[in-house]
């Protein structure tokens, strides 16, 4: 996976939680403490699943809630800044999830080895959105946590029902 994912990682744990954490994850992941991560390369996603492995134990916290906070920050601190193109036209959280499909293939089209998570939708009305997410990766925790950081970013208050492992109903406003 790209090493823009592990770069926002270590912003999120270097701000929040200390330098020191986030050296203490590296090596315990088997990475050299001062390891350098560069957006565009590769990083095998064995690595970094090993990587967020090691944060939820340095950090004592459960999968999901480093899943949440990943989202938060990516959503609200990192993309903005990083991607800030991506956050001109949307006016709503169910408008900027339904250009998530075709952002991730957009973004990825001129990156070589580039495999984007794919998003299918059935849009049921204006409050309500099934949103079904493909990836041989599995990162289903980390799409929930982003899909509940863009509700932050848009200031809504959203709730997602799991309808299956790769499928939830989410309800806005
Ligand atoms: C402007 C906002 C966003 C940008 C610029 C962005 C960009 C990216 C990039 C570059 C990758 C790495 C792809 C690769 O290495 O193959 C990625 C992965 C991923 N993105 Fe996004 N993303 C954004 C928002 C979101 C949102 C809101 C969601 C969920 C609703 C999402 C879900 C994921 C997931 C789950 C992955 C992990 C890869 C996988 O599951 O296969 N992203 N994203």
């Given at each position: 996976?790209k090493?823009?994912?592990?770069?926002?990682?270590q912003?999120l744990?270097?701000?929040?939680?200390g330098?020191?954490?986030?050296?203490?994850?590296?090596?315990?992941?088997?990475?050299?403490?001062?390891?350098?991560i560069?957006?565009?390369?590769?990083?095998?996603?064995?690595?970094?699943?090993?990587v967020?492995?090691?944060?939820?134990?340095?950090?004592?916290?459960?999968?999901?809630?480093?899943?949440?906070a990943?989202?938060?920050?990516?959503?609200?601190?990192?993309?903005?800044?990083?991607?800030?193109?991506?956050?001109?036209?949307?006016?709503?959280?169910?408008?900027?999830?339904?250009?998530m499909?075709?952002?991730?293939?957009?973004?990825?089209?001129?990156?070589?080895?580039?495999?984007?998570?794919?998003?299918?939708?059935?849009?049921?009305?204006?409050n309500?959105?099934?949103?079904?997410?493909?990836?041989?990766?599995?990162?289903?925790p980390?799409?929930?946590?982003?899909?509940?950081?863009?509700?932050?970013?848009?200031?809504?208050?959203?709730?997602?029902?799991?309808?299956?492992?790769?499928?939830?109903?989410i309800t806005?406003?």
């Amino acid at each position: 996976m790209k090493g823009t994912i592990a770069i926002c990682l270590q912003d999120l744990v270097k701000t929040k939680f200390g330098e020191d954490n986030w050296e203490t994850i590296l090596v315990k992941s088997g990475l050299p403490k001062d390891l350098v991560i560069y957006a565009h390369h590769d990083i095998e996603d064995d690595v970094i699943m090993k990587v967020i492995n090691s944060t939820c134990e340095v950090l004592n916290i459960t999968l999901q809630q480093a899943a949440d906070a990943f989202g938060e920050y990516w959503m609200n601190n990192y993309a903005p800044k990083k991607y800030f193109a991506f956050f001109t036209g949307d006016k709503t959280a169910k408008e900027f999830l339904l250009n998530m499909d075709k952002l991730h293939a957009k973004l990825t089209d001129k990156i070589e080895n580039a495999k984007p998570p794919k998003f299918t939708y059935d849009d049921i009305d204006k409050n309500t959105l099934i949103m079904t997410y493909i990836s041989s990766r599995n990162l289903e925790p980390i799409w929930i946590g982003l899909i509940k950081g863009v509700g932050k970013y848009f200031k809504e208050n959203i709730n997602i029902e799991k309808l299956s492992e790769n499928k939830v109903k989410i309800t806005f406003g």
